[in-house]
């Protein structure tokens, strides 16, 4: 089975935070899916030619998922306090869009569709949570417009069942 790497660099804005979502094939790989994201985020930062960071940034693991393709998808979320895209256009995701999928089906709970925004609300509400509950060096290293913007979102889950 196919197994992605799928990586959000994400950055606060004005209510809302913008992203760029990358893929990686590591199906041949055999490291440790982290070290391969600290050495994508070298190469995909470096010299600030496609994202430049300002400061520091930070990864984390926020999810999992089985995708029709018949691939796994290893979701990290890489955040910083600034990114400027330079030679990228960022998706922009508003606070009020920040959303939870639903499935009906209690035996199969994985919606047939996953959209993009519910991957990124699902890692941004992931770190709302271990903000909230002053888990990690978050809060030392997440600047106040971060902190601030993070702490809005509620710590939900990452879907729902509904009837």
Not at 41 to 66: D, M, N, P, Q, V
Not at 67 to 86: D, G, K, P, W
Request: charged share 25%; glycine share 4%; hydrophobic share 40%.
């Amino acid at each position: 089975m196919k197994t992605v790497l799928e990586l959000f660099f994400i950055t606060p804005g004005k209510a809302c935070f913008q992203y760029v979502r990358r893929e990686l094939d590591i199906t041949l790989e055999a490291r440790d899916p982290d070290l391969l994201v600290n050495e994508y985020c070298k190469y995909f930062l470096a010299e600030g030619r496609i994202i430049k960071a300002e400061g520091y940034y930070f990864s984390h693991s926020t999810s999992w998922r089985y995708e029709q393709r018949h691939s796994i998808m290893l979701t990290y979320c890489i955040f910083a306090n600034h990114l400027e895209f330079v030679s990228i256009s960022p998706e922009t995701l508003l606070l009020s869009d920040i959303s939870i999928t639903h499935s009906q089906n209690p035996q199969k709970p994985r919606p047939e569709m996953i959209p993009m925004t519910a991957v990124v609300s699902h890692a941004l509400r992931h770190l709302a949570f271990l903000l909230q509950e002053r888990e990690g060096q978050l809060e030392k290293v997440l600047d106040k417009k971060s902190r601030d913007l993070l702490l809005q979102l509620p710590p939900l889950l990452a879907g729902r069942l509904t009837n």
